[in-house]
């Protein structure tokens, strides 16, 4: 198709249905975010069932709320450097497993102490949204990378309201069944399991760049630079 056609190509809405090409990518690390930010966002819904069944104070549950977030910008940066040298395939499906762990580790908490440890190491599944930037980024010319991006970032933040929707039922269902206060626990360590089952999905299923692309890494990687002491004062704010 010459230049002059695609340039004067309207948008169809209906050609993001599809699940092949470009736009199985799109899905997929769509769907990915979406597991990311479930995970990320998964005691919120239930800090009344934790609160009850570890005793926990209105102040723990701050301390556990702002932990949630701790990590999340300096992970990114990192993530941002590791992206660089592995590609996002590889980045993407490495964080869905790892975070598994603490998520795991946190469903079965039984400490304060726990608790904290594993809600910061959460915080570092918030930079997942960074890696499905470069992923769309690499597979939608830069005509359609907006429209792409649009969806990628609106469905998968919806994974954190997808948390307050259902985790709560699902923690309910599990007291029924189970007996006990500690249905929240099952919900938590669902989420761990959904991403740790995604993140092989993932692997298996996408690359970095569509055919006869190559993916550009740059030759250094590192953390962004700071000439002077009003930048790292700048930064640090």
Known sequence: MADSQISKKK???????????????????????????????NMAPLAAAMKGDLNLTDSDLKVLMICNVALTIPARIIIGMLLDKFGPRKVYSGLL???????????????????????LLMGVIGAGFVIGIRMVAEWFPPKDVGEAEGIYGGFGNFGSAASAFTLPTIATWAAVQFGG???????????GAMCLVYGFIYYANVTDTPPGKTYHK????????????????????
């Open 11 to 41: 948008f169809n809405p209906l050609q993001y249905l599809s699940f092949s090409g470009p736009y199985k990518i799109l899905h997929m690390t769509w769907f990915a975010f979406f597991l990311t930010f479930m995970a990320w966002f």
């Open 97 to 119: 497993i790892i975070m598994s762990i603490p998520c795991f580790i946190f469903a079965m908490a039984t400490t304060f102490t726990q608790l904290v440890i594993t809600r």
């Open 181 to 191: 206060d500690e249905g929240w626990r099952y919900a938590i360590g669902l989420t």
């Open 218 to 237: 740059p030759k250094r990687s590192s953390a962004m630079e700071v000439t002077s002491k009003a930048s790292l004062y700048g930064l640090i704010l």
